[in-house]
Each structure stands twice: as C-alpha cells, then as structure tokens.
C-alpha cells in the first residue's frame, strides 16, 4: 500500500479538538479514506489517486456541513478530521490497532453524504467536477480532460462501492462525460463586467503595502491581459527582451514578438524605474530573484479572494486571445501573436472570437421598425 502523505493538524484543528476536549486522537487524519486503498483500489492498479477521495469528501463535508450534519447538536467542526473525531467520541468509537478502515456502523453514524438524497449526491457530484474544470490547480494551471476523466473513473468505483455496501441505488456518474465534453469544448473568458472590476481593483487598491510589489502585479496583469503571454514565458523574460513597445518571447514552440499598447507600456515602464537592482530578469521578488510561479498565482488567489472572482493566469490567456479576436485579428495573427501549437487551437479562439461579435451584432438587431 502507497504510504499517504503525513497530514499537519493546523491551529484552528488544535483549539477546536482542545475546546471539545479531545485530547488524544481517535480517528488518526484522512484515516476514513483507506477504505479507497482496500476496498475500490484493483490490485494492479498503481494506488496514487487516493487525494481524489480526500477532494471528494472533503467537498461533501465543507458543503453540506451546515445542513446536513448526523451530529445533533452540530458542533461546528471546522474540517473533516475534526468532525471525525467528535462523532467518534459521541459515539464511544474506539479504532483497534489492526482496523485498516473504520467500521460500516461508525461510517453509517458520522457520514455526511449518506444524510443526503440520490438527487442531492447527484447534484453534488456534478458541482464538484465543475468545480474541477473550472478552477485550476494550485499552480495556477487547469485541469486537462483525461485528469478529469480519472476522477471520474476513481469515483465511479466509490459509487459502485457504496451501492453495494449500503444499497444506495446511485447512478451519479452515468452521462457525466458529456458534461465534460461540453465544458472543454466550450471556451470560458473573464466576461467584460468581472474583467472590469478586476482591472479597477489592480489599478486603484493598494493591497500591497509593499508599492514597489503592487507595480509588479500591475505590470504583470496588464502584459498579461494585453498580450496572453504564458505564465512560464513571462517568469523567463530578461530586461533585454524589453525594447520599445516590444517584448521577445522564447518559447517552447519557437520565439515571437508581442507589442505593448500604452498601458501595458506604462505599468511596466514605471516597475522598471522603481527597481534599484541591477538584475537581469524583467520580473524580480522581494530578494530580486527570478519571479516564480507562486508569486504570481498567490497575487491572483489574493484578488481573487477579495473579489469574489475566480480567474488565473491561464483565464487571462484565453480572455485576451478571444478580445484579440474579436478585435478583428486574422487566425494566422492570433496564431503567430500568441503562440499556439497548432491551427486547430488557433481557430478555436478564432471562431469563438467571431461568434461573440455575430451575437453582440444580433442583440443590435431590431427587425421590427
């Protein structure tokens, strides 16, 4: 069995067990997903997908929480593994020293999901691989479909597991490929409202305290936006690569050039005269070393936060390619400009770029005099 990766109790844990006066822990964490290990896992098969199942619950636990919680009265459990452990003491579970998984009448008592109706864990799962394609990974960059294929396989196997074992009658992840054809087909952009609040809230809030950070984001986000430059290409950028109203990209599939309009140039132009360094990356931290793709992803995650609107560096991309298309740029510009492997890739922008001005067109129209 693939040893799981040691879980840290977080502060928030450590007071909340204390406040429930838990002092030893009972249900050791992520303990409930070894289930996934013994009994859905093929033996043959490698076992490194057991954070699908952490994800998994963990989305049923933080959404339902509130609602449908089999501990009465609820206690406020702040994560899984402390609600775990509460459950565990109201209901004098002991884990032997040989369990590899808990028991079905314990898993029955403290079980958020199996409170929940078929129709409710359908609506849930679908949320959830959604949530999947739309939201991308810590590194800032989405899901590919065969990643989301795999969760849906792994719980797939969940499913027919809790069937059997408490003869749920679930059929969650029929058609459910569908679904995820449709959302990769699609092509999703900042629209132009949430785009705005974005730029107004990069331009007029200082939630930085550190200015000389602020401009960098500035900078960054208006390149970004302006270009669809790629986060790793922006991260590889030297002063050198900078000379006029032009950036040198050199990219994986070959090197391009990309102009700046007046506001690009104008952010970046007052971060380079605010720098008192001498180094060679266009794009420094604090210490004024090469930029990394965290510092760009957590400035996101930040705003994000702030705003309640969820983008990423890859977001910034698409939204600019389809604008560039829309803007009346040729397939072969867009290709060129932004670099796609290939010309299915290109059209793709191409066309959702013309077909979002054949709309704004259409909401003109008035047939009637």
Excluded at 186 to 201: G, Q, R
Excluded at 338 to 365: M, P
């Amino acid at each position: 069995m693939q040893k799981i990766r040691e879980y840290k109790l977080n502060k928030i844990e450590k007071n909340f067990l204390r406040d429930q006066n838990i002092n030893e822990i009972i249900v050791p964490p992520r303990h409930d997903i070894l289930f996934y290990f013994h009994l859905i896992a093929n033996k043959n098969e490698v076992m490194n997908e057991h954070h699908i199942m952490v994800k998994w619950s963990d989305y049923i636990f933080n959404k339902y929480k509130g609602s449908n919680c089999p501990i009465k009265p609820c206690q406020g459990c702040p994560t899984r593994f402390t609600h775990l452990n509460v459950a565990a003491k109201k209901y004098n579970f002991e884990l032997d020293s040989g369990d590899k998984t808990l028991s079905e009448q314990f898993n029955t008592k403290m079980s958020i999901l199996l409170q929940l109706s078929k129709e409710e864990i359908r609506a849930a799962f679908e949320n959830f691989i959604h949530k999947l394609i739309n939201e991308p990974k810590s590194n800032g960059k989405k899901r590919a479909s065969s990643s989301i294929e795999t969760y849906i396989n792994q719980l797939k196997k969940w499913e027919e597991y809790r069937n059997n074992s408490h003869n749920l009658g679930l059929n969650i992840t029929k058609n459910i490929k569908s679904i995820l054809t449709k959302d990769f087909d699609e092509i999703k952009i900042i629209e132009s409202e949430a785009l705005n609040k974005i730029s107004d809230f990069i331009l007029n809030e200082n939630i930085w305290r550190n200015s000389l950070i602020h401009m960098r984001i500035k900078a960054i986000y208006f390149i970004m936006i302006h270009t669809g430059i790629r986060q790793n290409e922006l991260i590889q950028l030297n002063k050198m690569d900078y000379q006029d109203d032009l950036i040198k990209i050199n990219g994986k599939h070959g090197d391009r050039r990309v102009a700046l309009n007046k506001s690009a140039q104008l952010q970046l132009n007052t971060y380079l005269e605010s720098r008192i360094d001498q180094e060679a990356p266009l794009f420094v931290n604090q210490d004024y070393k090469k930029l990394t793709k965290s510092s760009i992803e957590n400035s996101w995650k930040r705003i994000s936060s702030k705003l309640n609107i969820h983008f990423s560096s890859i977001d910034l991309r698409k939204t600019s390619a389809v604008l560039f298309a829309m803007s009346g740029a040729s397939n072969e510009e867009l290709k060129n400009i932004y670099g796609f492997k290939t010309d299915l890739i290109s059209n793709k922008y191409f066309y959702e770029g013309k077909n979002r001005l054949a709309l704004e067109k259409q909401r003109r129209f008035s047939p009637i005099k």
